[in-house]
Nanobody, 123 residues
Framework: VQLQASGGGLVQPGGSLRLSCVGSGFSLDDYAIGWFRQAPGKGREGVGSIIGSDGNTYYADSVKGRFTISKNNAKNTVYLQLNSLSPEDTAVYYC?????????????????WGPGTQVTVSS
């Protein structure tokens, strides 16, 4: 199982980005995928998750209404749409896979992690 997040970059406050998480070595139908982030000097924070089979999503309160998780099973890819970004959203963003298909924002639930992608929100 491998995961690769991409799509990060520098964006101005109020802007948007779409991150992608491409999975290999497994079928998205059989996992839940979570998104996490780690800001400089802080611990890793769960952003949200999606169930690969039915698309049910869950979001942390801090991003609810601004971030959206979606998927394309044919491409084995999960997306994280980030809108209305603020400097507080600056972090390295990671995706992770949960074989128990529980999802949520608890790190311990996830079995496989990919390298992160940097998102910087600054004017």
């Amino acid at each position: 199982v491998q995961l690769q997040a991409s799509g990060g970059g520098l964006v101005q406050p109020g802007g948007s980005l779409r991150l992608s998480c491409v999975g290999s070595g497994f079928s998205l139908d059989d996992y839940a995928i979570g998104w996490f982030r780690q800001a400089p000097g802080k611990g890793r924070e769960g952003v949200g998750s999606i169930i690969g089979s039915d698309g049910n999503t869950y979001y942390a309160d801090s991003v609810k209404g601004r971030f959206t998780i979606s998927k394309n099973n044919a491409k084995n890819t999960v997306y994280l749409q980030l809108n209305s970004l603020s400097p507080e959203d600056t972090a390295v963003y990671y995706c992770a896979a949960d074989i128990d298909i529980v999802g949520g924002t608890a790190e311990a639930e996830y079995d496989y992690w990919g390298p992160g992608t940097q998102v910087t929100v600054s004017s």
